[in-house]
């Protein structure tokens, strides 16, 4: 099963979740400063969390990610948001993204829209 995909979301509902690794196979430490795509109008980082017995979520400026290390984003932890896809994204597709980090460099990757259990399905806007 592939680690890059989009969570597919209620008809609808214009936001997924969206799920990937980023390994760092770089000498020094980087941060993932930026995610674009041309299909989706908004994108921003989130991380899942549990505060006081109620799950939420908090934006994220930046993502650290250690010389070496790969950081994970997947359900009840790091994920994408994105906010108003042109057209609506539909299952099967594959979505182009660009990733921006703090050394200059681009990874460019394409993740595919699958119905999976995800508890971020329907994540509100
Ligand atoms: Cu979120």
Redesign the pocket.
């Known amino acids: 099963m592939q680690k890059t995909w989009i969570s597919a979301s209620p008809p609808g509902v214009n936001s997924h979740?969206a799920y990937l690794e980023i390994h760092n196979q770089t000498g020094n430490a980087v941060s993932l400063l930026r995610v674009t795509s041309p299909r989706v109008a908004r994108i921003?980082v989130?991380l899942?969390e549990v505060r006081d017995g109620v799950a939420g979520?908090r934006r994220q400026d930046a993502v650290a990610i250690p010389a070496g290390a790969t950081v994970e984003f997947a359900p009840r932890g790091y994920?994408l948001?994105l906010f108003d896809a042109a057209p609506p994204l539909r299952i099967g597709e594959s979505v182009p993204f660009s990733f921006e980090f703090s050394d200059g460099s681009v990874l460019n990757v394409q993740a595919v829209v699958e119905r999976r259990d995800d508890p971020?399905a329907a994540?509100p806007q």
């Open positions: 979740a921003e989130h899942s979520m994920h948001m971020h994540h």
